[in-house]
């Protein structure tokens, strides 16, 4: 039984919730159960079957993700908008859903738990803080995946391969468990994996992953594209280091809050047509893909809508000494006799200020962010001297209505060097993360990445207006480049990473990055379809079958393991052109000597061995004569693999070992749109042979056959105006 078709019916179910409650009748043409039973009417709806099925053979990660929304509207509801019928209705899903997990072993929840299940032991936790009752809190506690959650108990990295927003809400929900009494674990596993993630997973902007994923601590370098930062993950990023910070306040952490919320919250919503960025591209000459209004209501909508209504949630925060002012939003406060408004242009101006308009005896803590050298602060128009605790500027006295405090913070110029690769930095003024300006997004872009060449990168920049953190490039190649903020290029192609070179250096390698660079492009706009086998969003919109394949991780990477075995077969379909295919298989170099076999539409195409060099990296081979005939809607059959590329017309080669297929357009034939509505369903199966064992396949292609010289395709320049890429219809494909 597969019951992720409801995550579908995520937003539907979610409306006619809230307007239910809300205005106590439904607003949809669907009828609903009254309100005390419609608890129980939700929960056969989603998981009617879940309890008469084998735990081991269950997907459910959309159902139950759909039933954690519900719940979370439900709670919200009950809380803040003092609905009565909210708590029924909350109550009648969760004892549905304990209900059954009570009735499991702890086997068979850790097999439920490999799904992505969102904040579940979160919002079993939220429903024990509201009713008391302790049914729910050890139902939160029963939701722990041991796989995950246990190496970062033990402050043990192991993240590599795993999918990124599948274990925040995990530790958010550890993090909530504590709170209410949990043990030392819970506060361990919460607290180490955001300091890891913060400090050695996160870009720039301070958001995480690539492709949904983890890959190995501090090696980034090599994972800059146009699907890094899921939106999701920092949003849930920023809702763990709040817990974190309420056990502990430390002005660091909201140095990385503010990181996250002024270069990516702000970049992931186009302000003009109030669409939503599912992830957030770092690599040169990207451009943002906005949702839409109908046809892509992605998990990333939804946390976006939540993000820009919390921008005020974490400004002002307190203990019995003092009150915490965190982030420097225009804002006004009236809590508890405390009066106060917060102005000022920040961050385009160093200066903000805080006005008191009834006494106060707590002190104020103003943040002092790491990257300002020299704060000052100004009360009532003299600089005063203030005492530092914890980055704080502490200013304890008795307040008085009309006092004015001005903090100023002097935003400078920095570099920020990838770890595993200080050749290739970004670069921050202040609290903004800056980026360089390509163009406009409606056109293409063809130049090649630019690379600073010169003694520093720091000194390769030149101020053009320091106010409004727009910088140049003189010395860039191939030419000059605008540095610019980069959360504000919602219209526009970027570069946030730059290659760096010595001229000597630049001198040696020039020919080599800059043939590197071309061939990486040339692939790219040759791209009409891609999936990434081992993700649940590609998978789910390639229409992924399998019979038994594990999910794997090589070199930081995800991907599937299929066994040997009778019968034993993965595929999908993929959008093709017409015309000739060639595969590309591009495998971990240790497998040697395996065998399987690939077919079309049911029928052998190819019996494969593997000849490889035994090393510990991925490498490629290519199959020339899988198909020679045009393809229309085929399903194709393949074996044991991680990573496939689908193509009709190049020899490049993409190194990453989670599945990935493209079809890409035959460099020497004229485009043909209608090409793009046809289907390869392909199929992979181990042959019978003395060679038993496992097959780890990290990537297959499908080109076409074309003139092919150095990597490039000769005759692309006159086509390129057709080569643009081509997606499926979520942002995970």
Same mark, same amino acid.
């Given at each position: 039984?597969?019951? =992720?078709?409801? !995550?579908?019916?995520?937003?539907?179910?979610?409306?006619?919730?809230?307007?239910?409650?809300?205005?106590?009748?439904?607003?949809?043409?669907?009828?609903?159960?009254?309100?005390?039973?419609?608890?129980?009417?939700?929960?056969?709806?989603?998981?009617?079957?879940?309890?008469?099925?084998?735990?081991?053979?269950?997907?459910?990660?959309?159902?139950?993700?759909?039933?954690?929304?519900?719940?979370?509207?439900?709670?919200?509801?009950?809380?803040?908008?003092?609905?009565?019928?909210?708590?029924?209705?909350?109550?009648?899903?969760?004892?549905?859903?304990?209900?059954?997990?009570?009735?499991?072993?702890?086997?068979?929840?850790?097999?439920?738990?490999?799904?992505?299940?969102?904040?579940?032991?979160?919002?079993?936790? =939220?429903?024990? @803080?509201?009713?008391?009752?302790? *049914?729910?809190? /050890?139902?939160? =506690?029963?939701?722990?995946?041991?796989? !995950?959650?246990?190496?970062?108990?033990?402050?043990?990295?192991?993240? @590599?391969?795993?999918?990124?927003?599948?274990?925040?809400?995990?530790?958010?929900?550890?993090?909530?468990?504590?709170?209410?009494?949990?043990? %030392?674990?819970?506060?361990?596993?919460?607290?180490?994996?955001?300091?890891?993630?913060?400090?050695?997973?996160?870009?720039?902007?301070?958001?995480? &992953?690539?492709?949904?994923?983890?890959?190995?601590?501090?090696?980034?370098?090599?994972?800059?594209?146009?699907?890094?930062?899921?939106?999701?993950?920092?949003?849930?990023?920023?809702?763990?280091?709040?817990?974190?910070?309420?056990?502990?306040?430390?002005?660091? #952490?909201?140095?990385?809050?503010?990181?996250?919320?002024?270069?990516?919250?702000?970049?992931?919503?186009?302000?003009?047509?109030?669409?939503?960025?599912?992830?957030?591209?770092?690599?040169?000459?990207?451009?943002?893909?906005?949702?839409?209004?109908?046809?892509?209501?992605?998990?990333?909508?939804?946390?976006?809508?939540?993000?820009?209504?919390?921008?005020?949630?974490?400004?002002?925060?307190?203990?019995?000494?003092? #009150?915490?002012?965190?982030?420097?939003?225009?804002?006004?406060?009236?809590?508890?006799?405390?009066?106060?408004?917060?102005?000022?242009?920040?961050?385009? &101006?160093?200066?903000?200020?805080?006005?008191?308009?009834?006494?106060?005896?707590?002190?104020?803590?103003?943040? #002092?962010?790491?990257?300002?050298?020299?704060?000052?602060?100004?009360?009532?128009?003299?600089?005063? /001297? +203030?005492?530092?605790?914890?980055?704080?500027?502490?200013?304890?006295?008795?307040?008085?209505?009309?006092?004015?405090?001005?903090?100023?913070?002097?935003?400078?110029?920095?570099? $920020?060097p990838m770890a595993d690769d200080p050749g290739i930095v970004a670069f921050t003024h202040g609290p903004v993360v800056l980026a360089g300006d390509l163009g406009p997004d409606t056109d293409p872009w063809e130049?090649?990445?630019?690379?600073?060449?010169?003694?520093?990168?720091?000194?390769?920049?030149?101020?053009?207006?320091?106010?409004?953190?727009?910088?140049?490039?003189? $010395?860039?190649?191939?030419?000059?480049?605008?540095?610019?903020?980069? +959360?504000?290029?919602?219209?526009?192609?970027?570069?946030?990473?730059?290659?760096?070179?010595?001229?000597? /250096?630049?001198?040696?390698? &020039?020919?080599?990055?800059?043939?590197?660079?071309?061939?990486?492009?040339?692939?790219?706009?040759?791209? !009409?379809?891609?999936?990434?086998?081992?993700?649940?969003?590609?998978?789910?919109?390639?229409?992924?079958?399998?019979?038994?394949?594990?999910?794997?991780?090589?070199?930081?990477?995800?991907?599937?393991?299929?066994?040997?075995?009778?019968?034993?077969?993965?595929?999908?379909?993929?959008?093709?052109?017409?015309?000739?295919?060639?595969?590309? @298989? #591009?495998?971990?170099?240790?497998?040697?000597?395996?065998?399987?076999?690939?077919?079309?539409?049911?029928?052998?195409?190819?019996?494969?061995?593997?000849?490889?060099?035994?090393?510990?990296?991925? %490498?490629? *081979?290519?199959?020339?004569?899988?198909?020679? %005939?045009?393809?229309?809607?085929?399903?194709?059959?393949?074996?044991?693999?991680?990573?496939?590329?689908?193509?009709?017309?190049?020899?490049?080669?993409?190194?990453?070992?989670?599945?990935?297929?493209?079809?890409?357009?035959?460099?020497?034939?004229?485009?043909?749109?209608?090409?793009?509505?046809? /289907?390869?369903?392909?199929?992979?199966?181990?042959?019978? &042979?003395?060679?038993?064992?496992?097959?780890?396949?990290?990537?297959?292609?499908?080109?076409?056959?074309?003139?092919?010289?150095?990597?490039?395709? *000769?005759?692309?320049?006159?086509?390129?105006?057709?080569?643009?890429?081509?997606?499926?219809?979520?942002?995970?494909?």
């Open positions: 039984m597969n019951l =992720e078709i409801y !995550v579908h019916h995520h937003y539907l179910l979610f409306q006619e919730l809230v307007l239910f409650l809300w205005y106590g009748r439904p607003r949809l043409q669907c009828r609903l159960a009254d309100p005390p039973s419609l608890g129980h009417r939700y929960g056969l709806t989603i998981l009617r079957e879940l309890d008469q099925i084998t735990v081991s053979q269950c997907r459910v990660g959309g159902a139950v993700d759909t039933l954690v929304s519900l719940n979370r509207v439900a709670i919200t509801l009950d809380r803040m908008g003092e609905v009565e019928q909210a708590l029924p209705v909350m109550l009648g899903m969760a004892g549905y859903l304990a209900t059954i997990f009570e009735g499991l072993t702890d086997a068979q929840m850790q097999t439920l738990l490999k799904a992505e299940y969102g904040g579940l032991n979160e919002a079993y936790a =939220e429903t024990y @803080a509201l009713t008391g009752n302790s *049914r729910w809190l /050890r139902i939160a =506690e029963k939701i722990y995946d041991h796989r !995950v959650l246990d190496p970062l108990a033990g402050e043990q990295d192991k993240l @590599a391969g795993l999918h990124a927003n599948t274990q925040i809400p995990k530790l958010i929900g550890l993090a909530r468990i504590y709170e209410l009494g949990g043990g %030392e674990k819970d506060h361990v596993a919460a607290r180490f994996f955001r300091d890891v993630v913060a400090r050695h997973h996160s870009y720039v902007i301070g958001g995480n &992953s690539e492709a949904e994923h983890f890959g190995p601590p501090d090696q980034l370098s090599k994972a800059i594209t146009e699907r890094t930062c899921e939106h999701c993950n920092s949003y849930n990023m920023l809702k763990l280091t709040r817990h974190q910070y309420g056990w502990a306040p430390d002005a660091a #952490l909201f140095d990385f809050y503010e990181r996250i919320h002024l270069n990516h919250v702000l970049a992931s919503q186009n302000p003009d047509s109030g669409m939503f960025a599912y992830f957030m591209p770092l690599s040169a000459g990207a451009k943002r893909t906005w949702s839409t209004p109908h046809d892509s209501f992605w998990c990333c909508v939804g946390s976006g809508l939540e993000s820009h209504a919390k921008h005020g949630d974490s400004i002002y925060w307190h203990d019995d000494a003092a #009150l915490y002012v965190n982030l420097f939003i225009a804002s006004a406060l009236d809590w508890e006799g405390a009066k106060l408004s917060l102005s000022g242009d920040y961050p385009f &101006s160093d200066t903000v200020t805080i006005e008191v308009n009834a006494p106060m005896d707590r002190a104020l803590a103003l943040r #002092l962010p790491e990257w300002s050298n020299a704060p000052r602060i100004r009360v009532n128009g003299e600089t005063v /001297r +203030f005492q530092k605790r914890g980055g704080y500027a502490w200013l304890a006295r008795k307040w008085r209505a009309g006092d004015r405090v001005e903090l100023v913070l002097p935003m400078a110029l920095a570099v $920020e130049s090649l990445p630019p690379a600073l060449v010169g003694a520093s990168p720091r000194e390769a920049v030149a101020p053009v207006d320091a106010a409004a953190h727009h910088f140049r490039l003189n $010395e860039a190649k191939p030419q000059a480049v605008e540095l610019l903020p980069f +959360f504000n290029r919602y219209d526009r192609r970027t570069a946030v990473y730059f290659p760096s070179f010595t001229p000597a /250096r630049w001198e040696q390698e &020039s020919a080599a990055f800059i043939a590197d660079q071309r061939a990486q492009q040339a692939l790219k706009k040759r791209t !009409v379809d891609q999936i990434d086998i081992g993700e649940q969003q590609p998978e789910r919109d390639h229409d992924f079958a399998l019979n038994h394949a594990d999910l794997q991780s090589w070199a930081g990477k995800s991907g599937r393991l299929l066994p040997w075995g009778r019968g034993n077969f993965i595929e999908f379909t993929l959008a093709v052109r017409p015309g000739p295919m060639v595969l590309r @298989a #591009l495998y971990w170099g240790e497998e040697v000597n395996k065998d399987f076999v690939i077919l079309g539409g049911g029928q052998a195409a190819m019996d494969v061995t593997t000849t490889n060099t035994r090393q510990g990296k991925f %490498e490629a *081979r290519f199959y020339h004569k899988v198909f020679e %005939e045009e393809i229309g809607r085929v399903r194709g059959h393949f074996g044991p693999l991680s990573k496939l590329l689908f193509l009709t017309n190049t020899f490049d080669t993409i190194l990453s070992s989670s599945i990935l297929i493209r079809t890409l357009r035959h460099c020497g034939s004229r485009p043909d749109r209608k090409g793009l509505r046809q /289907r390869w369903r392909g199929r992979l199966r181990p042959r019978p &042979s003395v060679r038993q064992g496992l097959l780890r396949l990290p990537a297959l292609l499908l080109h076409g056959q074309w003139p092919h010289q150095g990597g490039v395709c *000769r005759g692309a320049d006159r086509h390129r105006q057709h080569a643009s890429w081509r997606g499926l219809r979520g942002p995970g494909a």
